[in-house]
């Protein structure tokens, strides 16, 4: 039992660092729904039911801005496409983990999560189970806290302070730490420049156009790169 | 309502994604093509979807001296610091100083 409660501790120890960084995004989020005028507790049950800032803020801003549904619906799974990556990695551990974890593991499974879960991976299913449960709970309940506190706040902000551009710059320090080589680089500068050039088309859908255009060009630029 | 019916929607969508090889694939690996192009869709997506909210209801990307400055400014301190704290007050910073000076 003590091991089971260090377990526990260690998660919980390893993950409140890590959700610093997602404070800024729980924030801009709550802002964003207040903006949007979407019904507030409608645009905080996407803190629990999506559960990813990524893709929180892609919906919420584009249903807020009069993109059509659909087309906001479509860039917040894209955005959200990444976890496949996570999910294939995880995948051989939880083969160990009982049924009911294989279904609630995946709900917890964001970038953080991820990143803790990795290192994991040797341990022994029940103390991983532990570990995941007690950093996953971290995360989700800090996160349904501070969306909160968003949405409280947001109305505070005066709209001339144009907040709604933080989403911009967030989503840009998002690209600029994620760029470990230049096809990466290639992507981004393509996926904006596209989208820039479609602007024009109805529904912002501009942005699907811009978004697959990017990830092939930066696919191919890694093609060449090899 | 609709907004609520794109939530479930993403959420659907974002569980499946995080869970699809955890439940049922488990023996299956990602084809490697697929696995290459997967790691170009969070710049490529971001940076479109920091274009597309820039777009105005007539169809013009509506970018200006102090939204460039924010980007650069913004751009630096987040490869200097990799921090979103710094970054986010930078960006937002300069956004305002710019925007109150021109």
């Known amino acids: ?226 | 309502m609709t907004e609520f019916l794109a939530i479930i929607a993403v959420g659907i969508g974002t569980y499946l994604s995080r869970g699809v090889f955890i439940l049922a694939l488990a023996s299956k690996k990602i084809s490697d093509p697929v696995l290459v192009a997967l790691q170009f869709v969070a710049p490529a997506v971001l940076s479109a979807l920091i274009v597309a909210l820039l777009i105005d209801s007539d169809g013009n990307v509506a970018i200006g001296v102090a939204e460039v400055s924010a980007f650069i400014v913004g751009g630096a301190v987040a490869y200097k610091t990799r921090n979103h704290i710094l970054t986010l007050i930078a960006g937002m910073g300069v956004f305002w100083l710019v925007r109150a000076l021109i």
């Open chain 1, 1 to 226: 039992m003590s091991a089971g409660r260090s377990i526990v501790k260690q998660g919980i120890a390893d993950a409140v660092p890590l959700f610093v960084p997602a404070i800024p995004f729980a924030f801009v989020i709550g802002v964003v729904i207040v903006d949007s005028g979407i019904n507030p507790v409608v645009g905080w049950s996407s803190s629990w039911i999506i559960f990813g800032g990524a893709a929180q803020l892609t919906l919420i801003s584009l249903l807020g801005s009069g993109a059509a549904v659909a087309a906001a619906i479509t860039a917040g799974l894209v955005v959200n496409a990444r976890h496949l990556m996570y999910s294939a990695a995880m995948a051989p551990v939880f083969q160990h983990q009982p049924r009911w974890m294989r279904w609630v593991g995946p709900y917890l499974l964001i970038d953080q999560q991820f990143a803790l879960a990795v290192l994991r991976a040797d341990d022994d299913p029940k103390s991983f189970r532990t570990y995941y449960l007690s950093s996953g709970l971290v995360f989700w309940s800090m996160w349904q806290i501070t969306t909160v506190v968003g949405i409280v706040l947001g109305p505070i902000v005066p709209v001339s302070w144009s907040l709604e551009f933080a989403v911009s710059i967030l989503f840009l320090g998002l690209i600029v730490m994620g760029i470990d080589k230049y096809p990466k680089l290639v992507a981004a500068l393509v996926g904006a420049g596209v989208t820039y050039l479609s602007a024009g088309l109805p529904n912002r859908a501009g942005l699907l156009v811009g978004a697959f255009v990017g990830i092939l060009v930066g696919t191919i630029a890694e093609r060449l790169r090899e």
